[in-house]
């Protein structure tokens, strides 16, 4: 879902700010005692629509500004109307994240496995011509198809306009889903598409491979030459040419791999285990870290140790084409995800080191809770957000080298009562 796609941009990670004309949804407090809960529901409704027609208004003027013409503003918003589900699906926060196995169980599942082989069978002739044109990896592109959209069975059915609409005039992130907006009404203008056909997810991840708005008008082509990139329709051309040419132009290494599967020896230095410390495979091999089939990892370039799930679970070499998939989604479940998908689609065997299945995640307000404590210790310099990023990771691992446990870097339940 989401390039600078709609993962890529980060939807949620609070890029933009809320828009400034918005009103609070839902606030009924001041209600007379005599209205029922419809009643309520029903003015809120018709209040929130009445905001949004007011912020359209003024939308329509910014927008003329930036070159869309009436008639493809009023075709766009003909009909469009206060979305309470967008809204709800954007309020809604998960108190726990999803563990990265579970994630890669649906992920590279035996169904998605197959049904993208059959996919690949039956688009062989696009998917050989894109990675002639762009030299991306087929595999990759229909692995990121397979999990953005299922191989185009789940692309979204929300009108765009509308959800762009709802979420920057009452959303989170007011400013970049306006800018959003904008960029999908200069689709419409070029005539890509229709309003009626322009369908996607709830944050506007469009298409096959689920573009956002800005990320088609940046990287988008035309795959199959008939004068539009149509990146909607049921023939998956145009998607799967945009999808390559988006990682081509991000930097994609032509016979390199995402990652392999590693084994570590005993006694390896986890704080090793960090993406700026990049190595041959041959001197990682000099420090006893092997593919997982026993031996040295061929020479695809500088690579750099990953631990997904720390010191106990598999363990991964990326290299730079991690990074290149990575502009598309930053998460690294969704990385390894699209990673381990390819190579099931090629052939390759699923991950052979176990999980820790048994492991009691974090909760959102654990993870805050945790960085407080790792900056009142002084191991945190960075804000308390419950997102475990680079930052948060060297803390941990700064903080279990001062207690003298594995530096693995990964957050748990019993990382958590250590620092307590």
């Keep these: 879902m989401r390039p600078v796609f709609l993962s890529v941009f980060g939807l949620f990670f609070g890029l933009g700010l809320t828009s400034a004309t918005a009103q609070p949804a839902g606030h009924i407090a001041e209600l007379p005692h005599q209205f029922n809960r419809e009643s309520a ?40 109307r206060y979305n309470e589900d967008v809204i709800a699906k954007d309020r809604k926060q998960s108190e726990f994240t999803k563990q990265i196995w579970d994630y890669l169980d649906s992920a590279a599942s035996p169904t998605r496995v197959s049904n993208g082989q059959a996919a690949m069978r039956k688009h062989a002739a696009v998917l050989d011509g894109v990675e002639r044109v762009y030299g991306v990896d087929k595999h990759v592109v229909a692995a990121i198809w397979g999990v953005e959209s299922a191989y185009g069975a789940t692309r979204g059915d929300t009108n765009v306009i509308e959800a762009m609409a709802t979420l920057a005039y009452d959303g989170r992130r007011g400013r970049f889903f306006e800018s959003q907006l904008l960029a999908a009404l200069k689709i419409l203008q070029s005539g890509d598409t229709s309003p009626h056909n322009m369908k996607g997810s709830w944050a506007g991840a469009m298409g096959h491979t689920q573009f956002i708005p800005t990320s088609f008008l940046a990287f988008a082509v035309d795959g199959n ?6 990146i909607w329709s049921n023939d998956p051309t145009d998607a799967l040419a945009s999808t390559a040419a988006y990682l081509a132009k991000h930097g994609w290494k ?20 960090r993406r700026d410390t990049m190595r041959a495979p041959s001197d990682w091999a000099s420090l006893g870290v092997m593919g997982i089939d026993g031996r040295p990892v061929p020479n695809y370039g500088k690579g750099s140790i990953l631990l ?31 990673g381990h998908l390819s190579d099931r689609l090629r052939g390759g065997p699923a991950i052979q080191a176990s ?41 941990i691992r700064a903080f279990q080298n001062s207690v003298g446990v594995t530096p693995d870097g990964y957050p748990s339940q019993t990382l958590l009562k250590l620092l307590k």
């Design 41 to 80: 529901v029903t003015l809120v409704s018709s209040t929130s629509q009445a905001g949004l027609d007011a912020w359209i208004a003024g939308f329509k003027t910014r927008a003329m500004r930036e070159g869309i013409s009436q008639t493809t503003f009023d075709r766009a918003f003909r009909g469009v």
């Design 225 to 230: 030459g008939d004068g539009k990139r149509d």
């Design 254 to 273: 032509k016979g390199q791999p995402w990652g392999v599967e590693v084994r570590l020896p005993a006694g390896f230095d986890y704080s090793s285990a």
């Design 308 to 338: 997904p799930a720390g010191a106990s679970g598999a363990a991964f070499m990326i290299f730079d084409n991690f990074a290149v998939i990575e502009r598309y989604n930053k998460a690294d479940a969704y990385v390894i995800g699209v």
């Design 355 to 395: 999980w820790p299945r048994g492991y009691a995640p974090l909760s959102f307000k654990e993870k805050m809770q945790m960085q407080r404590i790792l900056k009142r210790k002084g191991f945190l310099d960075d804000k308390v957000d419950g997102i475990i990023g680079p930052n948060t990771i060297n803390a």
